[in-house]
């Protein structure tokens, strides 16, 4: 099986910093992208970021500018580095993988938990 989770969310204020990592494991031949959704109360899951494996990175318009997604394919691992972080990007943020299992020729895709960023004015 798969597994993905997320670490690195917390409390902070507006202005501040955080990093939110995504670890993927279980029996993947190859991840084929990785990125970085949201969703705040109220309001549907958008896409903050993401990166095909090899790729560009692409982000939404909202962060452009203030975060940066990185992926370590040694260690299956993406990050979102999120600076000057504002009240408005509260919301619980969910990692979402691509990948490929041994023995298939399909791609599938997992979700994580979701971990919680909290910006106070």
């Known amino acids: 099986q798969v597994q993905v989770v997320e670490s690195g969310g917390g409390l902070v204020q507006t202005g501040g910093s955080l990093r939110l990592s995504c670890a993927v494991s279980?029996?993947?031949?190859?991840?084929?992208?990785m990125g970085w959704y949201r969703q705040a109360p109220g309001k549907q899951r958008e896409l903050v970021a993401d990166?095909?494996?090899?790729?560009?990175?692409n982000y939404a318009d909202s962060v452009k500018g203030r975060f940066t997604i990185t992926d370590d394919s040694a260690a299956n691992t993406v990050y979102l580095q999120m600076n000057s972080l504002k009240a408005e990007d509260t919301a619980v943020y969910y990692c979402?993988?691509?990948?490929?299992?041994?023995?298939?020729?399909?791609?599938?895709?997992?979700w994580g938990q979701g971990t919680q960023v909290t910006v106070s004015s």
């Open positions: 979402k993988v691509l990948v490929s299992l041994y023995g298939e020729y399909i791609t599938r895709q997992y």
């Open positions: 279980g029996s993947i031949s190859s991840i084929n992208a």
């Open positions: 990166i095909a494996r090899g790729g560009s990175p």
